[in-house]
Nanobody, 116 residues
Framework: QVQLVESGGGLVQPGGSLRLSCAASGSIFSYDVMGWYRQAPGKQRELVAAIISGSANYADSLKGRFTISRDNAKNTVYLEMNSLKPEDTAVYYC???????????WGQGTQVTVSS
């Protein structure tokens, strides 16, 4: 079993920055996927970014503003968000996919609100 604990969400003004963290318990290897999704009110959950074996992928619309990173020794994934816009307002969910079991785990979500 994997448990994920997210932190770092909050209220930020447009143009500001936030850093989300997600600490995972359990046996996670560098080749397992760690990443972030988000869900805005009335919208479907969408992929923000994912990282596997040091290789990162981003939603096209977020490239250049968001950066995902990972500390394998701490089983922690980070999401650095810059130049935030009101449309980035959403609940951000951390997730892990254990490839050897083909199983997904989700965090409880952390609210990010971009507003003046």
């Amino acid at each position: 079993q994997v448990q994920l604990v997210e932190s770092g969400g909050g209220l930020v003004q447009p143009g500001g920055s936030l850093r989300l963290s997600c600490a995972a318990s359990g046996s996670i290897f560098s080749y397992d996927v760690m990443g972030w999704y988000r869900q805005a009110p009335g919208k479907q959950r969408e992929l923000v970014a994912a990282i596997i074996s040091g290789s990162a992928n981003y939603a096209d619309s977020l490239k250049g503003r968001f950066t995902i990173s990972r500390d394998n020794a701490k089983n922690t994934v980070y999401l650095e968000m810059n130049s935030l816009k009101p449309e980035d307002t959403a609940v951000y969910y951390c997730y892990v996919r254990l490839l050897r079991f083909n199983s997904d785990y989700w965090g409880q979500g952390t609210q990010v609100t971009v507003s003046s």
